[in-house]
């Protein structure tokens, strides 16, 4: 199958084209600033239509992940010129040139569009973000849901995995920190469903695959606090849990707002799909596995 990856040279959409390709299928990545090698890579600027237009038109995939974004919360906060262009009207064009060409459309949304005030949000759930981000990822949501049939919008949360050197993630964060014998804070009052980058790749290959529609939480099978998470990547990574200190969300000096209970239920997802979200500790146990080459080593030394 033809597939188009936006955010090709992101964390998620990385793994996406990475997986796609070894599943056999052709695969389009779309980068804006970070070259990307795997699959054929497009140069595209997703907030110009005639760009976005012209390339659908000519590329006809059959399936789009849509997993472009400007995911730096409090940045959203503070540009929000931008954020609504890349988050909100990209999507807007992603969304109206995959239904002109029949491409069905997989969007990659966020917990972070709830207001965090009950936590364990299911699908039939009111969105109702509390920060800019959140807000230009639910309009989004709206401009897909108004484009055609063929579109599943994949609610994800705290994506962590290995990805690009230039952009650590909240665990390469804490590997890292905690390899080179550095004490870290992380927050025990806010609570997340963290997910598995490969995971999630997974799960949205098979949506792509079997042009699965409606909405879906995607996220990881555990809800735990940033602490519970740090201290379960410290034990799996055999790291020095003692280093690792709590913290409160009052300490925090953000720009942004954040929920204190973005966990997603994933119960839809687990009856669903064949890959199913992966518990806290079943997730670490693959991320281990996939640090170690093929001759055996363990090869952290990017994370160091
Ligand atoms: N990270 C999380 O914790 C998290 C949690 C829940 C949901 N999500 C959602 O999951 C998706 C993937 O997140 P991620 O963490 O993998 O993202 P990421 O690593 O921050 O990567 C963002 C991607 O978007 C691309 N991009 C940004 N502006 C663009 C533009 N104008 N035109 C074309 N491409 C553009 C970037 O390309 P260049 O770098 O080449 O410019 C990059 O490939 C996003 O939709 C995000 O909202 C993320």
Redo the contacts with the bound molecule.
Sequence with gaps: MKILV????????SKICLLALKKGHEVYS?????AVDSGKPVK????SWSDVFKAFSELKPEAVIH?????DVDGCEANRDTAWS?NAE?TRLVAEASARIGAHLTY????YVFDGEKGLYTEDDEPNPINYYGYT?LKGEEYVKQHGEQWCIAR????YGW?AEH?P?FATWLISSLSQGKEVKVLTDQHVSPTFNTNLAEMLLEIAERRITGVLHTAGATRVSRHGFALKLAEAFQLDVNMVKPASMREIPWKARRPRDSSLNVSKALMLLESKPLRLEQALEMMRKETVDKDGKESLKLWK
């Design positions: 936006t955010g090709a040279s992101g964390l998620l959409g779309v980068y804006r600033e970070h595209l600027d997703l907030t997993a472009a974004a400007y995911t890349v990209s990659v949304s966020t917990d990822k994800a949360s705290v994506i990805g952009k993630n």
